[in-house]
């Protein structure tokens, strides 16, 4: 198939998609096609529309590939439709982070780790196709375990959870923002959201910022409940 009509097809099948797809079901439809010949027309039209400055791009994104808009058309898209950007309370973030950060995680595991009753909070995740039940832990009770899915990666625009940064990252990321909002006399945000108040608007999230890992602060002595009102802790090292 001649290189310019195979991206033709390809862009067609990206757009009616509107989700991502994998180079599984790409090669489904483009049967006489070579998979590594796909890959390389689809590297070449992701590169295309980033040199090109188009309202477009491609990316890969949660094990397939995509179409979509750049982020810093978000206000006008937004504008059009009137549609407000998804966004995550704190409790559901952190508590998403949790799951993301530390596979094969239980419920008291949870809220071991944050100090509060988390059944609300993973059933809205469950709703939000966000996590998923992943089987049983080989472990007394047999408890439910919790995975992140593909959805949660196309939210956050990321290929797998190797690309979520991990906690020496994070906190050079946080240094470098610190940094430069005290030479600006501005408040860091963590220090914001230490004086906000509990319920305060402030502390909604915006989803489409990667969740934050977990600070690296003490965790309760296993068996140990936590005491209501006390601040939530978290693991020590989230990734196992």
Do not use: C, W
């Amino acid at each position: 198939m001649e290189e310019r009509l195979l991206k033709a097809i390809l862009e067609s099948l990206l757009f009616a998609a509107g989700e991502p797809v994998s180079l599984a079901r790409l090669g489904n439809a483009l049967e006489s096609v070579p998979r590594d010949t796909i890959r390389q027309a689809l590297a070449e039209m992701g590169a295309a529309y980033l040199n090109d400055g188009r309202g477009l791009v491609l990316e890969e994104v949660a094990g397939g590939y995509q179409l979509r808009t750049p982020s810093e058309h978000a206000p006008y898209i937004r504008r059009l439709l009137s549609a407000k950007p998804p966004r995550l309370s704190r409790p559901l973030l952190e508590t998403l982070a949790i799951i993301a950060y530390r596979p094969q995680v239980t419920r008291p595991e949870i809220e071991q780790l944050r100090g509060v009753d988390t059944g609300g909070v993973l059933e809205t995740l469950l709703d939000r196709g966000l996590i998923r039940i992943a089987g049983r832990k080989e472990a007394p009770g047999r408890p439910i375990f919790y995975e992140t899915t593909p959805a949660f990666l196309e939210l956050f625009g990321l290929k797998n959870l190797e690309e979520l940064p991990d906690l020496e990252e994070f906190r050079a990321i946080e240094g470098t923002l610190a940094d430069a909002l005290a030479s600006s006399g501005e408040q860091p945000q963590a220090v914001k959201d230490d004086l906000a108040a509990p319920g305060d608007p402030g502390s909604e999230i915006n989803s489409e910022t990667a969740p934050e890992p977990p600070s690296e602060s003490e965790t309760p002595p296993a068996g140990e409940a936590a005491e209501p009102g006390a601040p939530n802790p978290a693991p020590e090292d989230l990734k196992s």
